[in-house]
């Protein structure tokens, strides 16, 4: 949890109730409403990327015989929430492959929007957060990318580009935090990972970032994007149940 440990009574900075029309605020970090339209470019990215596809998934007898998913639904601890979609939903990639997942790292805070007020938005430490591996995804651009020094870089382990979020919450006698909190949390994280390029040799591109909030029983999908080079902008695409 961004800003103080899970074991600590100290509320971290994104538990507080004007965190986000404070603090993110004061960064240009907005959550848009759900009925609001979506640029052209971001409604093409979202429903390219919403396209149906032949996934495999459970049969509605094997969902009845998932005790495991039962035990989310009526209450366990986050660690569980997280271990259970660890093994059964996210993929942790190889060294080699062109992906690379890394979980509660700190990222990098000059990555993070920051208008110079005292209100500062939380450093974002992911539950889990998508991006590249330098090696295994651009293997013939070593050098370019050295010469961009750490611009792309998201956090310490060296993961580039980073383009989805995942924070996990928990309810029942473990509980560990609310929904509310974890959109905080995404609204941080994804904005953070929108950082322009200030190299002038790259061509800007449109981009856009998701990220999950999540728990024993529903996931919301939101995606980010940058508006006008001044403001990040959040909205949720979709909720799931699980």
Same mark, same amino acid.
């Given at each position: 949890?961004?800003?103080?440990?899970?074991g600590?009574?100290?509320?971290?900075?994104?538990?507080?109730?004007?965190?986000?029309?404070?603090?993110?605020?004061?960064?240009?970090?907005?959550?848009?409403?759900?009925?609001?339209?979506?640029p052209e470019?971001?409604a093409?990215?979202?429903?390219?990327?919403?396209?149906?596809?032949?996934?495999?998934?459970l049969?509605?007898?094997?969902?009845?015989?998932?005790?495991?998913l039962?035990?989310l639904?009526?209450?366990?601890?986050?660690?569980?929430?997280?271990?259970y979609?660890?093994?059964?939903?996210f993929?942790?990639? +190889?060294? *080699?492959?062109s992906?690379? #997942?890394i979980? @509660? /790292?700190?990222?990098?805070?000059?990555v993070?929007?920051?208008v110079? =007020?005292?209100l500062?938005?939380?450093?974002?430490?992911?539950?889990?957060?998508?991006?590249?591996?330098?090696?295994?995804?651009?293997?013939?651009?070593?050098?370019?990318?050295r010469?961009m020094?750490?611009?792309m870089?998201?956090?310490?382990?060296?993961l580039?580009?980073?383009f989805?979020v995942?924070?996990f919450?928990?309810d029942?006698?473990?509980?560990?935090?609310?929904?509310?909190?974890?959109?905080?949390?995404?609204? +941080?994280? *994804?904005?953070?990972?929108? #950082?322009?390029? @200030? /190299?002038?040799?790259?061509?800007?591109i449109?981009?856009?970032?998701? =990220?999950?909030?999540?728990?024993?029983?529903?996931?919301?999908?939101y995606?980010?994007?940058?508006?006008?080079?001044?403001k990040?902008y959040?909205r949720?695409?979709?909720?799931?149940?699980?």
């Open positions: 949890m961004s800003g103080a440990s899970a600590s009574s100290r509320k971290s900075l994104v538990e507080d109730p004007l965190y986000r029309v404070a603090n993110l605020a004061e960064n240009n970090i907005y959550m848009r409403d759900f009925y609001e339209e979506f470019d971001i093409g990215f979202v429903g390219h990327v919403g396209k149906d596809r032949d996934s495999p998934g049969s509605s007898d094997q969902l009845k015989q998932n005790t495991r039962y035990d639904e009526m209450g366990t601890a986050e660690p569980a929430v997280e271990n979609l660890k093994s059964n939903i993929p942790d990639p +190889g060294r *080699s492959d992906l690379k #997942r979980d @509660k /790292n700190p990222m990098a805070k000059q993070v929007p920051n110079g =007020s005292k500062k938005a939380s450093t974002p430490v992911p539950d889990m957060l998508y991006g590249y591996n330098r090696l295994g995804a651009f293997p013939r651009q070593q050098a370019q990318l010469s020094g750490n611009e870089v998201a956090n310490a382990q060296d580039i580009y980073p989805f995942i924070e919450k928990a029942g006698p473990g509980g560990s935090g609310s929904m509310w909190v974890a959109t905080n949390q995404c609204l +941080g994280g *994804s904005t953070s990972c929108l #950082r322009q390029c @200030k /190299n002038k040799k790259i061509t800007p449109d981009s856009a970032v998701f =990220s999950i909030a999540m728990n024993g029983t529903e996931a919301r999908l995606v980010s994007w940058k508006h006008d080079e001044l990040y959040t949720k695409v979709d909720s799931f149940l699980l």
